[in-house]
């Protein structure tokens, strides 16, 4: 079985700073892994994606995500956050085969300070 | 290409009553997936449907239950409802069993 953990409930930034959403699994199969983010009142937008290839991996809103398999993490990055970038964020895992389900964490609440 | 769209949007319901949501799924996909997330929480996987037929469960009550159409659309049903259904229900579709999920915009039920 899979599971994720997002260590950050909360994470207060100001704007232009950086910031790094932290994210880890656990998993005994390859995995595929996702970010999402969630704003107020609706629902789940892909962020980025990690399916095989390169470990880094790039949003267009430039957020970045390095998979790291031997530390079974998948943190997201972002070198200067806006005030638009305040949401909720979501790390997900779902089996590398043969998979139908994927599994979320908790989630990681944004806010950019002005 | 069309999106995944769910009807309706928000809706309020007493304890007890019955619930049908639905979702459409996006063009080209057979295979829908429905989760519940609470408020202040991750979306939790209710079960998946695969050319019509139930295709994994999660840890959820058998009140909770779904039917897939001829065309791929989905219902969720979810009988005697208790508070702790309220929730934010999403529904996802994607081509065969793959790996990549497309969310829809989700329906807000409030039991009350």
């Known amino acids: 079985a899979q599971s994720v953990t997002q260590l950050d409930s909360q994470v207060p930034v100001f704007e232009e700073a950086p910031v790094e959403l932290r994210c880890n699994y656990s998993s005994s199969v390859s995995v595929y892994l996702f970010w999402y983010v969630q704003y107020p009142n609706q629902g789940l937008q892909l962020l980025l994606k990690y399916l095989s290839g390169s470990t880094l991996v790039e949003s267009i809103n430039g957020f970045e995500a390095e998979f790291n398999k031997s530390q079974t993490s998948f943190h997201l990055r972002k070198p200067s956050v806006h005030i638009s970038d305040t949401a909720e964020y979501f790390c997900?895992?779902?089996?590398?085969?043969?998979?139908?389900?994927?599994?979320f964490g908790t989630g990681t609440r944004l806010k950019v300070l002005a | 290409e069309t999106g995944v769209t769910q009807s309706p949007t928000h809706l309020i319901k007493t304890r007890g009553q019955q619930v049908t949501l639905r979702c459409s799924s996006q063009s080209g996909h057979n295979t829908v997936s429905w989760y519940q997330q609470a408020l202040g929480q991750g979306p939790q996987f209710i079960f998946q449907?695969?050319?019509?037929?139930?295709?994994g469960r999660g840890n959820f009550p058998p009140r909770f239950s779904g039917l897939q159409f001829p065309n791929y659309s989905s219902e969720l049903n979810v009988n005697a409802l208790e508070l702790d259904d309220s929730a934010l229900y999403l529904c996802a579709s994607s081509f065969d069993t793959d790996y990549e999920q497309y969310f829809g915009p989700g329906t807000r039920l409030t039991v009350t």
């Open positions: 449907y695969y050319r019509e037929e139930e295709n």
């Open positions: 997900a895992v779902t089996r590398g085969s043969g998979t139908y389900k994927y599994i």
